[in-house]
DNA sequence: ATACCACTTACAGACATCGTAAGGTTTCCT
DNA sequence: AGGAAACCTTACGATGTCTGTAAGTGGTAT
């Protein structure tokens, strides 16, 4: 169940809108006290967060911007006045959905769905194993705080092995899984396209980490497991 | 803050475990009850999730292979056996990584830090607008269930489209950002990849989403704020 | 009506990726 | 130690994608 945090002043819109998020399925929280509220929200690990721009004490603009510089999370901003220039704003400062208040529980729910989808299927594209992650529509390799992107082929035979870790992988599941095909014609392209591999690896540090089992195939080696 | 669920019944282990993640700055928090375990972790949130293997009722092997078909958080196997054949099965299941009982505090915090800050990288590399989505590494965009992976030229386009909006991007601007040159020798270029960019965009159901201001340059326009 | 701005399609050069070829290195067994 | 098998690496040309140029069409404001 997603985690929807609320900030928003008037306890009898809160209370509504608590009521119809959970109605729809999430878990809804509000906070309570609007000190050190970027702190308070980034605490809670929000799926979404539903926010209005008139709080007591900071703007809620202001709050939209600060939280935005290291969110993860999508912000959809409620507010009074439904005008241009307010909506120019709230986009603005990043925020990634925009309400005028009041609006209907349907339009609510289908505007955080919609958040929350997008944010769900870039995570869904990811395949981990120990400090890896590769993306499998792209071929993004992340480990740490760098980045590799790689060719095809190459992101084929790692998605293979992380998909099999800890396991070997045997060179015919490569060819496979990689060229369609179980009786590989010429055993030396998988070679190849190990080789252009570990050297792509090696590019952002990471070496030794494709072992290969004489006579039985590679194995992924992610150091310190 | 990141939130750490522990799934853990030894009593000691588990406050044990509390104390080590709270001193290190995390959020910690233990299962009580480990009837619906899977529904209770996800409802948490979690940013990473500690599982013993040795619950009461079901398999922590089974709980992690049912967490891993929708998580979008990682998960650290604890194991209070140290064999070959438990660290397998573990990370055959999907679990991204293993440790065995008892071990030192530095030890599990560094694990958790490296499953959090992979997963942190890959988000910050998120560019959002509405129910759009942009890898600015990969320039894969994601919207709703559909995804696309633009050129490079049209990724910058649509990365500065996404960074300015709701303002108007100019043409200068544009060149700036995508040619490095405020001078645009040939006007034409921008327009060629405009209706590239465009064409793929109707590619996954998008018509109409970047409009050109005449005169003024370009704006992005996401249906629905 | 016309001048300006915007759009589209076709083409060719540049570039990355892929498989092939060929030669080198390591490992294992006798 | 020696040889064979498995594995590794580098170089090269074919292929395909991406990019900017060119040229012509369509729309809009004065």
């Known amino acids: 169940m997603l985690r929807i945090v609320i900030a928003e002043d008037d306890i009898y819109l809160r209370e509504e809108l608590i009521h119809t998020l959970k109605k729809a399925g999430y878990e809804a929280e509000a906070l309570t006290s609007f000190e050190n509220a970027e702190e308070a929200i980034a605490r809670m690990r929000p799926a979404l967060v539903i926010l ?3 709080l007591p004490g900071k703007s809620g603009y202001e709050l939209c911007k600060n939280l935005k510089i290291k969110a993860s999370f999508p ?8 005008t241009l220039s307010d909506e120019l704003t709230a986009l603005g400062l990043g925020a990634d959905d925009f309400l005028a208040k009041p609006c ?4 609510l729910i289908a505007r955080a769905e919609r958040l ?11 395949l981990r194993v120990g400090a890896l992650s590769l993306d499998v529509d792209t071929y993004k390799l992340v480990c740490a705080d760098k980045f590799l992107i790689l ?5 084929k ?8 870790y800890p396991d070997i992988v045997s060179k015919s599941d490569l060819f496979s899984s990689v060229w369609g095909t179980e009786e590989f014609i010429d055993e030396n392209i998988l070679q190849v396209n190990m080789s252009r591999l570990r050297k792509s690896l090696s ?8 072992r290969n089992i004489r006579g039985k195939g590679y194995v992924l080696e992610v150091s310190g497991v």
Request: glycine share 6%; proline share 2%; aromatic share 2%.
């Open 52 to 54: 209005d721009v008139n």
């Open 75 to 82: 912000i959809l901003i409620l507010t009074a006045r439904d």
């Open 104 to 107: 209907r529980p349907e339009r």
């Open 116 to 126: 929350l989808q997008t944010y769900d299927k870039q995570l869904r594209a990811l």
């Open 151 to 155: 060719a095809e082929t190459e992101g």
């Open 157 to 164: 035979i790692m998605r293979m092995l992380m998909e099999s």
């Open 203 to 210: 590019g952002i540090g990471m070496e030794n980490i494709v």
